[in-house]
Each structure stands twice: as C-alpha cells, then as structure tokens.
C-alpha cells in the first residue's frame, strides 16, 4: 500500500515522463522531409542531435536506476546471503554404533539387487537367463 507521500512521488514521477513523452514527440510531429539535419546557425544543434542527447540522457539515467535498484536488493538481501557456517559437523562425531549402522545400510542396498542382478521378475516369479 503506497502512502501519501509515496503517492505524491508516483503522481510527479508519471507527470514528468509524461511532459517529456509530449515534448519530444511534439518535436517530430509533422515536421517535413529532412528536419532532423536543419540548421539556424553555426552554433546551434540539429533537432536530430538533440534528439540523440536525449535519448542518451534517458540511456545513462536507465542504468543508473537499475545499479540502484541493484544496489537496493543487495542491501535489503544482506543479512541472508553468507551462509552461516555450521557449529560442528555431525559426520565426524559419530559414535561406533551409528558408523556401524551406517556401514551396513550399504550392505542391506546391496542385498535388495541381488535379485535384480539374477534376471529375478517379481510379476511373474520367475528367474531368466538373460542376465
């Protein structure tokens, strides 16, 4: 939900791009054939090269909202982005009974395949030879 002065910042921000959008339009409206390169004097831009600093104006102004904008989640994602480091790692405290329990875990896997390993079909009872 936007606040009042969020509000007010949204409604100048719109009414800016906007004059700027009618603006430079305006400048291009109608013009004739070859309006780009007119020249009143010799100190003076064409409207094309005027046209052309301005689009470079929004270009430069574009990536630097997005570095703030990137600046912006980086701050915000701070705290969560170093992954905490572990107080111990509970591998290398096992006692004899887990490491044994650990180690046949291995054995019981190994003992499931056996069958597989056979040519064994469990649907039909049966033991091929086409292992």
């Known amino acids: 939900m936007l606040g009042p002065s969020n509000e007010a910042s949204l409604s100048f921000l719109r009414h800016t791009v906007a004059?700027?959008?009618?603006r430079a339009g305006k400048t291009l409206r109608g013009a004739p054939e070859?309006?780009?390169?007119?020249?009143?004097g010799t100190r003076t831009r064409t409207p094309g090269a005027i046209l052309a600093h301005m689009r470079a104006?929004?270009?430069?102004?574009?990536?630097?909202?997005?570095?703030l904008a990137l600046?912006?989640?980086?701050?915000?994602?701070?705290?969560?982005?170093?992954?905490?480091?572990?107080?111990?790692?509970l591998l290398d405290e096992l006692r004899p009974d887990e490491r044994r329990r650990l180690d046949l875990?291995?054995?019981g896997d190994r003992v499931v395949d056996v069958p597989h390993e056979l040519g064994f079909d469990h649907c039909k009872g049966t033991i091929s030879g086409d292992v």
Do not use: I, K, S
């Open 34 to 40: 070859g309006f780009a390169d007119f020249r009143e």
């Open 57 to 67: 104006l929004f270009a430069w102004a574009l990536a630097l909202a997005a570095v």
């Open 105 to 107: 875990t291995g054995v």
């Open 71 to 89: 600046v912006a989640v980086v701050f915000v994602a701070r705290p969560v982005l170093p992954e905490p480091a572990p107080l111990h790692d």
């Open 19 to 22: 004059t700027l959008a009618y």
